[in-house]
């Protein structure tokens, strides 16, 4: 594992694929248990009813597949851009920002009853806006790498940066 990353701030991308398998994993429970509801239409009923394990099982998918983009881009910009990432910091916050508005969206889900209905966007307020702060944020690091390579190419005209490309 030493040798796999270039840039140090590179490893930043691996909670982010570990979250995203361990939502991969439940959507796919939540797909199971809603399937078995078609050919047992009881089973888990008072637990979980059929929109209640959909909607989890729609917005899980949602989640772990920003989560796993979202690491990629941490993986490949450093290594594009050949700089180290804006802020890892700022990315462990996005992901903090994520899990919460995931559980915040879940728990209202199964305890609360809070949906909107609408399959994909059934997450009640106030989650969706930590979803949009996490998107913000995702994109202020991604940019501040790009940009920062940019700054660097201009100092070292000599040097190759995909990144910097069209400066
Ligand atoms: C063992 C694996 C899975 C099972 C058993 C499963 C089962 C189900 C069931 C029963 C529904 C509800 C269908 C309905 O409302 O009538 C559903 C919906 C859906 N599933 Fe899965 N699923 C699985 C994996 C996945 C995966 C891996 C994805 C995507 C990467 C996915 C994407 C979707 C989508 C997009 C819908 C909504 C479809 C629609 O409303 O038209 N599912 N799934």
Redesign the pocket.
Known sequence: MTNAVKYASQRVAYPFFIASAAL?LL??LF??I??S??VWPTFLMDTLPFNVG?ES??NL?VVW?LLGLMGASYYLVPDECETELFSPRLAYVQLATLLLAGVGALTGFWFFGASRGK?FTEAAMPWPWLIALGAVLFLVNVGGTILRAKGRAVQRPGAHSHCADGV
Do not use: T
Request: proline share 7%; aromatic share 14%.
């Open positions: 991969f959507q796919i797909g199971l809603i399937a509801q078609f959909r099982h729609l998918l597949l399959p």
